[in-house]
């Protein structure tokens, strides 16, 4: 799927930017490139999988969605690192092996892959992007977060609808170790926000504090607002997801 026409690249001059910022930059999208090709991978084993399992058909399509969506991404975050000068990673250069999951039974490894991917990580992923999207000042920043974010809120729609479903009628047991799944998951999200957070006085914990307008321009966080950040959106969105779902 081709990104956005409607987003001039040529509009992002990173001459007229602090180099260091811009340098800074550079690395964050070529990750991001990373990360999006990765979310391909995932999603494409994800469509096998729900096929094989014979989901219905709705289910099929919205992955199939996403694929397009995750390939939009990433071209999208390639030609933001191009615009700043930064040198693109090839797709050779950040795929990534997927784990072999031959043993783990099919409709245990659409719902792993569900509360993973849909649930837990666009839970995240939308509270990071809609910040800053809010508050990038350069427009073309801007329009790229939100191509971006709009497509990642409705895959954090689709998760809780497709978990609740497979979760519907299943014995207590069974949930429990869901719930032990899905908390190992945020876990590993909240603990690397604890440790920063740790080093910061409790009476600064507060994204105020953290304005950052200059790394907002470019689509920038820095550790203490990032932490932040992935405090709220557990506390605000994912939390009361997971309660309302049994695996809180």
Request: aromatic fraction near 4%; charged fraction near 25%.
């Amino acid at each position: 799927m081709p990104s956005d026409p409607a987003i001039d690249f040529s509009a992002l001059d990173p001459g007229a930017l602090p180099p260091e910022l811009v340098q800074h930059a550079r690395i964050v999208w070529a990750d991001r490139v990373r990360t999006e090709y990765q979310s391909i991978q995932i999603a494409a084993r994800f469509l096998t999988e729900a096929l094989a399992a014979g989901e219905p058909l709705e289910v099929v399509q919205r992955i199939s969605e996403t694929i397009d969506e995750e390939l939009r991404h990433t071209e999208l975050c390639g030609r933001m690192c191009a615009a700043l000068g930064g040198r693109v990673p090839a797709p050779g250069e950040v795929a990534a092996p997927l784990a072999n999951l031959g043993e783990v039974p099919l409709d245990e490894r659409v719902l792993a892959s569900a509360i993973s991917l849909f649930l837990v990580s666009e839970a995240f992923s939308v509270g990071y992007l809609r910040d800053l999207e809010a508050r990038a000042s350069h427009p073309v920043t801007r329009a790229v977060l939100g191509a971006i974010a709009g497509d990642e809120a409705e895959h954090e729609a689709f998760g809780p609808e497709l978990v609740a479903r497979k979760l519907e009628g299943m014995p207590a047991a069974k949930r429990a170790a869901w719930r032990v799944f899905t908390g190992r998951i945020v876990r590993a999200h909240l603990a690397r926000a604890e440790e920063i957070l740790s080093r910061i006085p409790p009476a600064d914990r507060m994204l105020d504090r953290f304005p950052e307008p200059e790394r907002a321009s470019l689509g920038l966080l820095g550790e203490a607002r990032l932490a932040l950040l992935c405090e709220r959106t557990y506390r605000e969105r994912l939390a009361p997801t997971l309660e309302k779902l049994g695996l809180g």
